[in-house]
């Protein structure tokens, strides 16, 4: 079984609509963040969250909030989904413990806003 | 914080070739850095990560990167391409006082020609 999941893997949403991207781990990694893909611009952080009492805003958290449930669940929420939050989403975890602090990625999901 | 840039968002080479992809970061403090593979419609995959054990850094598929500190460059070589290694691949730099979220280049996709 994958270490880091992400559901859904594809979504198609209407603009206005509320959707929550879901990801959980089985590292037992403190660390979890999420970053977005657009083309041409790679990847580019949103949140990251150090343990449940612990979230902190990247550089394009505009539109977005999140929820660390437990240490192993991070979830990303669009309140109102638009059309330029369409890309692919990415949920990564890491560990001080991990060397080099290395970051291991979920499979992504696909979010198509219409 | 930290930055990273490639150098050229495009590269093609012919199979058996040299393949060169170019990856300058900015920091202030020590960095950690990474270079990522992302094949069509897949996720992304470590290629390799710099310890400051050694400059010259060997990864997975024959690829291997050497930091340079004067020149703060970490490029990725490879001595003879594959068909198999066309794909998107990005540098990505790390460190302690960003909370070790990763900082992606806008990536660099390899075209390998017969």
């Known amino acids: 079984d994958a270490d880091v999941t992400q559901t859904p893997r594809n979504r198609i949403t209407k603009t206005g609509k509320r959707i929550m991207l879901e990801c959980s781990q089985t590292?037992?990694?403190?660390?979890m963040y999420w970053y977005r893909q657009d083309p041409g611009l790679g990847l580019r952080l949103i949140y990251y969250s150090f343990d449940v009492k612990d979230i902190n805003k990247g550089e394009i958290s505009d539109g977005y909030s999140v929820s660390r449930q437990a240490q192993a669940k991070f979830s990303l929420s669009l309140e109102s989904a638009i059309p330029n939050q369409t890309a692919l989403y990415f949920c990564?975890?890491?560990?001080?413990?991990?060397?080099?602090?290395?970051?291991?990625f979920g499979p992504g999901t696909r979010l198509t806003v219409l | 914080a930290q930055s990273v840039t490639q150098l050229g968002s495009h590269v093609s080479v012919s199979e058996g070739a040299l393949v060169l992809l170019r990856c300058n970061y900015s920091?202030?403090?020590?960095?950690?850095l990474f270079w990522y593979v992302q094949y069509p419609n897949q996720g992304l995959q470590l290629l390799l990560k710099y310890t400051s054990a050694a400059t010259l850094v060997k990864g997975i598929n024959g690829f291997e990167a050497e930091f340079k500190k004067s020149e703060t460059s970490f490029h990725l070589t490879k001595p003879s391409a594959h068909m198999s290694d066309a794909a998107e691949y990005f540098c990505a730099v790390s460190a302690y006082d960003s909370g070790y979220a990763l900082n992606f280049g806008k990536g660099t996709s390899l075209l390998v020609t017969p």
């Open positions: 990564a975890t890491s560990d001080e413990g991990e060397t080099y602090n290395e970051q291991f």
């Open positions: 590292k037992g990694h403190d660390r």
């Open positions: 920091s202030s403090v020590p960095p950690y």
